[in-house]
C-alpha cells in the first residue's frame, strides 16, 4: 500500500483486461498532467492483448521540484511515487510476468521511470522514457544493485530540452546499460519538450513485440 502523499490515488486503465492481457504497459504522465492524458497513447498503438495501467499523481505532480534538485527537497512525494509505481508495476508484473511489462513516461514520468526501473533492476519488458532521466543532482551516485539482462531501453531527448540537460540523458544511457539494459538512445536536435514521431514509433516497436 502507498504511503504518503500519493496514498490512495488511482490507477486508471485502458485496452485489455489485465487478466486476460499477454503484456502490460505502465504509464507515468508529467507534471501537470493526469492519467487519463497519457493513456491516450494506448489507442495509438494498435495492440489488442496489451493492458494499459496508469497512476494518477497526487495535484498532477509526482514531485514539487526539478528532478536535478538534491533529493531531500522532493520527499516525501518522491518516495510515495515510487511506491506508488512500484505497485502498479507489481500487479502488472503478477497477471502478465515481469518480462511483459514495460514502463512509459514522459517528462518528471520519465525521470521517475528511469529511477523506479533503476533501483528494481532485473528483466522487464521496456523503458521508455520520453524527455527524462534519473533523478538527483549531478555527482549523485548511481549505486544500482541487479541485472536488467537485456531489458530494451529507449531514452530519447532534444539536445535543447529546457528541462532536461543532455549530460543527464547520457548518464542514464550509460548507468542503464551498465546494469544490462539494451538502450536506444536518440537525441533530437532543436525539439524542445515534446514527443515526435520518430519516438513514438520506437516506442510502438517495444510495445507491439511484447503480444507476440
Not at 522514457?129 to 549523485?140: I, K, Q, R, Y
Not at 529546457?162 to 549530460?167: D, S
Not at 544490462?180 to 520518430?198: K, P, S, W
Request: net charge negative; charged share 25%.
Amino acid at each position: 500500500m502507498t504511503e504518503g502523499p500519493h496514498a490512495g490515488q488511482p490507477v486508471a486503465t485502458a485496452g485489455a483486461d489485465l487478466a486476460d492481457a499477454r503484456a502490460a504497459v505502465v504509464t507515468v504522465h508529467g507534471r501537470g498532467a493526469t492519467a487519463r492524458s497519457i493513456l491516450g497513447m494506448a489507442g495509438e498503438f494498435g495492440t489488442d492483448r496489451v493492458a494499459y495501467l496508469a497512476p494518477q499523481a497526487a495535484n498532477h505532480t509526482w514531485y514539487p521540484h526539478s528532478f536535478m534538485e538534491e533529493t531531500a527537497r522532493n520527499q516525501p512525494h518522491l518516495d510515495s511515487a515510487l511506491e506508488f509505481l512500484g505497485g502498479t508495476v507489481a500487479e502488472a508484473a503478477d497477471a502478465v510476468g515481469h518480462d511483459r511489462v514495460a514502463l512509459l513516461g514522459f517528462s518528471q514520468g520519465a525521470c521517475l521511470s528511469s529511477e523506479w526501473v533503476a533501483r528494481n533492476a532485473r528483466r522487464y519488458g521496456g523503458l521508455i522514457a520520453f524527455s527524462g532521466g534519473l533523478v538527483g543532482p549531478e555527482g549523485t551516485p548511481r549505486e544500482y544493485d541487479g541485472d536488467l539482462d537485456g531489458t530494451p531501453a529507449f531514452l530519447g531527448c532534444s539536445d535543447v530540452d529546457p528541462h532536461i540537460p543532455l549530460e543527464r540523458v547520457h548518464e542514464t544511457r550509460d548507468v542503464l546499460e551498465d546494469l544490462g539494459a539494451e538502450v536506444d538512445e536518440r537525441i533530437y536536435e532543436g525539439m524542445g519538450h515534446g514527443v515526435n514521431e520518430d519516438e513514438f514509433s520506437a516506442a510502438k516497436g517495444i510495445v507491439t513485440s511484447l503480444e507476440r
